[in-house]
Structures are given as C-alpha cells and as structure tokens.
C-alpha cells in the first residue's frame, strides 16, 4: 500500500514539476517526502493523490496539491526559517514547510507554528503530525489566527490558508523586515494570492498572484462567522 501512494506521488509530484508548478528543488523534495495520504480522512485515502481539494470535516479542506505547491513556492522558505502558519487544517501544508526549514538541511533547523480556530481540527492535525513524525518540527496552538502569534514572532515566513477579506494587520506586524507572507485575499467567492514582502517599518512590497478559491478565513481581522 506504501509503495503505491509512493508511486501515485512521485507521478503527480513529477507532473506538476514538468508543468512548471512545482520550480525549486526544495519544493519538489517536500513535497515528494510529505505523506498526504496520512493527512486525508482515511475513506479518502485512495484519493490522496487526486490533485483536488479533499474534505477534512468542520467544513473545512485540504488544499490540492497544486496550490499547495504554488503557496509553498510563492512563500520560499529557507532552511532555519521561522514559520508562521494560519489555518492548519489537517496539518499537511505544515509537514510540507516543515520539511524544507528544518529537515533539508540539519544544521539549520527552522521551525513551523500552525494556528487552527477549530479544536478538533487541531487536535487531528496533532495526531497526524505525531504519527509521521514531524511533530518535532511543528507547534499546533488552538486560537483566532488572523491575530497571529505573537509570542514567537517576528517570523520570517507567514502563509494563511483561508481567503481574507484584507491582509490582517497583526500579521504584518509579526513579519521580520525582509520577510515574506503569501495569503488568499477577496472575497468569499473568489480571491486573488498575495505576495506581501516587509521592507521597512510600515512599508511593505505586494505581488499580485494567480486567482484561487479558498474556504474564508475567520477570525476578529477576517471575516466574522
């Protein structure tokens, strides 16, 4: 059963590489190494590899592979980076950044803060990212996200994984001065992925990006439920 979720990753991770998705070395290795069939519900697992939104419960979805791979190339982490996650979902997105900033390369080893609003949710990220393992690099907090964490910021890297009505303030503020947040921003319909880049005090470079689709980002600087 292994051995095929490996080959059904390899063939859809190799793909999106020759469509030019998936560009950085980096990227691709993560998302080679990241299990998603250990972060879909598991009568979904023979689906782990369909390159589509999957449903996790509570309403809500893991992102398809894609968009994970567009998000986490639009975001650039480094190794030993200081991430900041909003919207931790299953936890797959967070063992894809966790590969790259703190197991790649050993003697920088970053570490990834996720923000889940959804207990349960939180909870079966917990579990997921315990059972393969990348619970060392990853810290799942139960909170509103779009007030980010400020007890470990500045980050270097932020990437939000629902649709915002406006960047949140607080996440702006928790970026270090060079650092890069990627985010979903419009409507509940349909939004547009920022590159937001800190390069100064209050000053900040954006990048308008592909349009997407994401479930809305709920929270005091989000949309109100």
């Given amino acids: 059963m292994h051995i095929r979720f490996e080959n059904e990753r390899r063939r859809v991770i190799d793909y999106l590489r020759r469509i030019g998705i998936i560009r950085s070395e980096k990227v691709y290795h993560?998302?080679?190494?990241?299990?998603?069939?250990?972060?879909?519900?598991?009568?979904?697992?023979?689906?782990?590899?369909?390159?589509?939104?999957?449903?996790?419960?509570?309403?809500?979805?893991?992102?398809?592979?894609?968009?994970?791979?567009?998000?986490?190339?639009?975001?650039?982490?480094?190794?030993?980076?200081?991430?900041?996650?909003?919207?931790?979902?299953?936890?797959?997105?967070?063992?894809?950044?966790?590969?790259?900033?703190?197991?790649?390369?050993?003697?920088?080893?970053?570490?990834?803060?996720?923000?889940?609003?959804?207990?349960?949710?939180?909870?079966?990220?917990?579990?997921?990212?315990?059972?393969t393992g990348y619970i060392e690099y990853v810290t799942v907090i139960v909170g509103d996200g779009t007030k980010g964490y400020p007890e470990k910021a500045p980050y270097d890297r932020i990437i939000v994984t629902a649709a915002a009505p406006d960047v949140p303030e607080p996440l702006l503020k928790q970026l270090r001065m060079g650092g890069k947040l990627v985010i979903p921003v419009g409507d509940r319909f349909v939004q547009r992925l920022l590159t937001v880049r800190r390069v100064g005090e209050d000053e900040y470079v954006t990048r308008h990006g592909i349009e997407c689709m994401f479930v809305p980002l709920i929270g005091e600087y989000g949309w109100r439920d």
């Fill in 30 to 131: 993560a998302l080679l190494s990241a299990p998603r069939e250990e972060f879909v519900p598991s009568h979904y697992r023979e689906y782990a590899y369909i390159d589509e939104p999957l449903p996790i419960g509570f309403g809500q979805t893991i992102s398809a592979i894609h968009m994970v791979a567009i998000m986490t190339e639009e975001l650039d982490p480094e190794p030993g980076n200081i991430v900041l996650e909003v919207g931790t979902g299953s936890g797959y997105q967070a063992a894809v950044l966790a590969e790259i900033v703190a197991k790649q390369d050993s003697s920088r080893r970053g570490h990834v803060y996720t923000i889940e609003r959804i207990p349960e949710l939180a909870e079966l990220a917990k579990k997921n990212l315990e059972r």
